[in-house]
């Protein structure tokens, strides 16, 4: 699933291609994934695209007061199409139209079906007004450092009304980084570990995000080549060259390292055994 980083780094691409420009209209190409009624897109149309951002995971396209988001949940795909085409590739979600610039094209591949725009009238936060802090915002930092929650770090980090952004891929790796137990409650973490935690989440978020400014165009179908734990497991971890380990949920995978995160300890998977702590 496309996270902080890769979200970032395409809104940043989409900004360079279309800031400036006026709004043409949209095709829907999958009509069940627009959430909203009203006001259409059809009625932005000759709105000037004042910049494209971010908020959490989602892609926020500024047209001088309403917006167009984006959310391109776990399997949707951005193709920046120069010139612009009037084709419906399979797995078509929604065209975007810029007068005089490339159109973007949203796709989704996989059998969720889960990728979803948004128009939103100005002042609208619509999804936007549940999501949680930003993790470079001072409410994250304080709830890292004194917030007596307790719930499992994983847990927090993909909670997207905790902290907007982050998803099973970054967790994995920042606990890593952290060198906490994928089962760490927050609640019992001392000190030294909550700016541990603090300095993992920003490192590993800041480092991904470098990474993925190295593409050019859209968001291309592979991504998350560059995770250090996450979907790595049965290979040496990085630092001390134990064999990643991974506990298997019904729709997702935690990846771990025993050496470096859980003293040793090997956690069962949930499907087979209880979890050993």
């Known amino acids: 699933m496309p996270e902080l980083p890769e979200v970032q780094a395409l809104d940043e691409r989409l900004d360079a291609a279309v ?3 006026r709004f043409e209209g949209a095709d829907p190409l999958q009509f069940s994934s627009l959430k909203t009624v009203t006001p259409r897109a059809f009625d ?3 709105a000037e ?5 971010r908020r959490g995971k989602f892609v926020v396209f ?3 007061g309403p917006r167009i988001l984006v959310h391109l949940s776990q399997g949707g795909r951005v ?3 120069d010139p612009p085409k009037t084709t419906r590739p399979k797995g078509a979600v929604v065209r975007l139209r810029f007068e005089g610039r490339p159109s973007v094209l949203v796709k989704e591949f996989g059998r969720e079906r889960k990728a979803g725009w948004w128009v939103l009238a100005a002042g609208d936060d619509g999804p936007l007004a549940a999501l949680g802090p930003e993790p470079d915002w001072p409410a994250f930092e304080r709830l890292v450092l004194e917030a007596a929650d307790g719930r499992r770090v994983h847990t927090i980090l993909r909670d997207q009304h905790t902290v907007a952004g982050i998803g099973r891929g970054y967790a994995d790796d920042i606990l890593h980084r952290a060198r906490l137990s994928p089962y760490a409650s927050l609640d019992r973490l001392g000190p030294a570990e909550r700016r541990a935690l603090l300095g993992a989440v920003r490192a590993i978020l800041d480092e991904a995000v470098e990474v993925e400014r190295r593409r050019s165009g859209g968001l291309p179908t592979r991504i998350g080549d ?3 734990v996450h979907g790595r497991h049965g290979t040496p ?3 001390c060259g134990d064999d990643l380990r991974r506990v298997s949920y019904e729709s997702h995978e935690v990846t771990y390292c025993p050496s470096c995160q859980t003293g040793g300890r090997v956690l069962a998977d949930r499907r087979l055994s209880r979890l050993l702590r």
């Open 79 to 81: 193709d920046l199409e």
């Open 226 to 228: 560059h995770f250090t």
């Open 62 to 64: 500024d047209l001088s």
């Open 44 to 46: 932005l149309a000759g």
């Open 237 to 239: 971890c990085p630092v």
């Open 19 to 21: 800031r400036g420009s």
């Open 49 to 53: 695209v004042r910049g494209i951002g």
